[in-house]
């Protein structure tokens, strides 16, 4: 199954804020939720095209050394220098747009202190400061503490940060998920009810449900009807298993 949900209602509350409420006073906003919970898919699915609209926006994966992928914000060819050399280099190189640009900085994996998360923001803000750009932050991780620093302590580089945790994914994408059970060979059906237990219980990450679904089907051996028991079972030995591993 494809873990892609599209969320468009959410991506266009997230890019008014960003584009239209300056994300505070600090031009920059903090999106989190936990790991495997669809956050980059979002970024990269939902919220970058809507935000392309209306703004000139790049991606980038501070743990992935995709820097390069910042170019196209610049006008410039593809450039694999480090994210402070690339940001004081080409920031200058951003022309006389009047559209504003947007710099989506995903620290899904690492801790953001490992990468020099906070060096690669502050690069970014004193260009923008020094180049008098309209440049808005958007900074995603799973974890609000490694963003700290940020606006904490005689180093924050922020003043008043906005921080959101992300909605885990809801109806909509369990209805699709119901629909494609329903459209698979199998020919089952499955209880809304029952699949939103199992997406609790699997901490609302969906690819640990459609692991469970996938084993759910497979464990039926022509009893249909039990379907709903038998996933339940298989998320509660996932939540044990994850358990039991930490």
Partial sequence: ????????????????LILHQNCSRSGALIITAPRRTGLTTFLLRDLKPILLNESLAAYVDIGGGEADILAPLFHSEHDRRSGAQLVTTILPELGSSSQPRVVIIDAWGPTFSDHNGAALVREIESARHRFGYDLRLV??????????????GSEAIFSDLQNIKMPPLGIEFLKDVAARIAASPANVSVDLYALAAAFELVEYRPQLLYRCIETALNS????????DAQLLAEARACRESRINSH
């Fill in 139 to 152: 900074i995603a991780g799973s974890d609000p503490e490694q963003f700290k620093p940020l606006d904490t």
């Fill in 220 to 227: 039926l051996t022509g009893q249909e009807e039990l379907f």
């Fill in 1 to 16: 199954m494809n873990d892609f949900s599209p969320r468009p209602k959410l991506a266009a509350e997230f890019a008014n």
